[in-house]
């Protein structure tokens, strides 16, 4: 029996994409405190940095919902960019009317009654609709690319969402969370931006803002180690803080983890950290990684919906080839996702105008 050969070879560049994957990862947190740079989502007020620009987009959206109009907004943005710390950070606003969360497998409760959510979306939907019909709510919705699974479709619970801001928007306050590529997959079969009355993208933060949430953290990790030198080494630290965010392309996530490499590894992790050393990869391998962009996670079974059973025979060889290069991890659940690690270049290598001439949903 003829095997088949995987595409990508040394002369690919694979010595090189197995050394950045390499210098980037981080086998165990070996400094003290550093795990505050790589947790994800919202983890306290007291290190929590504001974007001003998201609170005045927000409170003027909620101001005109409350004097009787449409109440929507999309949160969107690359990976590591804060979209879901941005969500879950509302839940501590003192808002005027109750917040509801809802993110599959987590459980909501109104008035005495609790639901356990599935991925299915327009469950969730219905149960706040039904148990909360005269009094104004405001819902967040956490990471909508991962709302659903083999029983519940995607784009169904997309329609519903879209149907339910469409008829109760005046009551419920939307607040959606999604990533780059799905939202420009949407938009072309759904116009899916355009439902909502505000759109904000968290891409970048101002290197001020980024070097503040530094420096938070290494003020929480060093309160009993400072001494008379503190302030000038503070400075300094401030220094290398900004040139950490511009470095990382002002991406809150990327620079933080970056931060906690550097320490980490004293500064000699950096090496071969260009996206351009995935370039071939991205070439080969584009199918796979932009799905996983749109959907961050996914197995054998849905490739094989997606791309029909003789595609995904091929395909498998190049998951195995992706696994093998610790490009593509596979979690305790069986799901395959893109490196965190190196999630944030390969994202950038997938977005450089070559890749964007190619293929026009990027």
Same mark, same amino acid.
């Given at each position: 029996?003829?095997?088949?050969?995987?595409s990508?070879?040394?002369?690919y560049?694979?010595?090189?994409?197995?050394?950045?994957?390499? *210098?980037?990862?981080?086998?165990?947190i070996? !400094?003290?405190? =550093?795990g505050?740079?790589?947790k994800?989502?919202?983890?306290?007020?007291?290190?929590?940095?504001?974007?001003?620009?998201?609170?005045?987009r927000?409170?003027?959206?909620?101001?005109? $919902?409350q @004097?009787?109009?449409?109440?929507?907004?999309?949160?969107?943005?690359?990976r590591l960019?804060?979209?879901? *710390?941005l969500?879950?950070?509302?839940?501590?606003?003192?808002?005027?009317?109750?917040?509801i969360?809802?993110?599959?497998?987590? /459980?909501?409760?109104?008035r005495?009654?609790?639901? /356990?959510?599935?991925?299915?979306?327009? +469950?969730?939907?219905?149960?706040?609709?039904?148990?909360?019909?005269?009094?104004?709510?405001?819902?967040?919705?956490?990471?909508? +690319?991962?709302?659903?699974?083999?029983?519940?479709?995607?784009? +169904?619970n997309? =329609?519903?969402?879209?149907?339910?801001?469409?008829?109760? *928007?005046?009551?419920?306050?939307?607040?959606?969370?999604?990533?780059? $590529?799905?939202?420009?997959?949407?938009?072309?079969?759904?116009?899916?931006?355009?439902?909502?009355?505000?759109?904000?993208? /968290?891409n970048? %933060?101002?290197?001020?803002?980024?070097?503040?949430?530094?420096?938070?953290?290494?003020?929480?990790?060093?309160?009993?180690?400072?001494d008379?030198? $503190?302030?000038k080494?503070?400075?300094?630290l401030?220094? @290398?803080?900004?040139?950490?965010?511009l470095?990382?392309?002002?991406?809150?996530?990327?620079?933080?983890?970056? $931060?906690?490499?550097?320490?980490?590894?004293?500064?000699n992790?950096? @090496?071969?950290?260009?996206?351009?050393?995935?370039?071939?990869? !991205? *070439?080969e391998?584009w199918t796979?990684?932009?799905?996983l %962009?749109?959907?961050?996670? /996914?197995?054998?079974?849905?490739?094989?919906?997606?791309?029909?059973?003789?595609?995904?025979q091929?395909?498998?060889q @190049?998951l195995?080839?992706?696994?093998?290069?610790n !490009?593509?991890?596979?979690?305790?659940?069986?799901m395959?996702?893109?490196?965190?690690?190196?999630v944030?270049?390969?994202?950038?290598?997938?977005?450089?105008?070559?890749?964007?001439?190619?293929?026009?949903?990027?």
């Amino acid at each position: 029996r003829q095997r088949i050969q995987p595409s990508l070879t040394p002369s690919y560049g694979l010595p090189s994409v197995i050394d950045l994957v390499e *210098s980037r990862s981080l086998q165990e947190i070996t !400094v003290h405190g =550093h795990g505050l740079f790589l947790k994800k989502g919202f983890i306290g007020q007291s290190f929590h940095i504001d974007r001003l620009d998201f609170m005045d987009r927000l409170t003027k959206t909620l101001d005109a $919902w409350q @004097r009787g109009f449409r109440g929507s907004l999309l949160i969107y943005g690359h990976r590591l960019s804060g979209r879901t *710390s941005l969500i879950e950070s509302l839940l501590g606003e003192r808002f005027p009317h109750p917040t509801i969360f809802l993110r599959p497998h987590s /459980t909501i409760e109104l008035r005495g009654r609790k639901l /356990t959510c599935s991925a299915d979306l327009d +469950e969730a939907l219905t149960f706040i609709n039904k148990h909360n019909i005269n009094q104004r709510t405001i819902v967040l919705i956490d990471d909508l +690319e991962l709302w659903r699974d083999a029983d519940c479709d995607f784009h +169904e619970n997309v =329609h519903a969402l879209l149907q339910d801001i469409n008829r109760y *928007s005046k009551r419920i306050f939307f607040v959606v969370n999604t990533n780059h $590529w799905m939202r420009n997959q949407l938009d072309l079969h759904f116009d899916f931006s355009e439902q909502f009355v505000e759109n904000f993208c /968290t891409n970048s %933060m101002t290197v001020s803002r980024i070097a503040s949430a530094i420096m938070v953290r290494e003020n929480a990790i060093r309160a009993e180690l400072r001494d008379e030198g $503190w302030e000038k080494e503070q400075k300094t630290l401030m220094r @290398r803080a900004r040139r950490c965010a511009l470095s990382n392309r002002q991406n809150i996530g990327a620079s933080l983890h970056a $931060w906690a490499r550097q320490q980490t590894t004293g500064g000699n992790g950096a @090496r071969a950290n260009s996206p351009s050393t995935l370039k071939k990869l !991205v *070439s080969e391998y584009w199918t796979i990684l932009h799905h996983l %962009m749109k959907y961050r996670k /996914t197995n054998e079974q849905e490739l094989g919906r997606m791309l029909g059973a003789s595609q995904l025979q091929s395909e498998k060889q @190049r998951l195995q080839f992706l696994l093998g290069c610790n !490009v593509l991890i596979r979690d305790h659940h069986n799901m395959l996702h893109v490196n965190e690690e190196i999630v944030d270049i390969l994202e950038h290598q997938m977005m450089t105008k070559n890749y964007r001439t190619l293929h026009a949903n990027v």
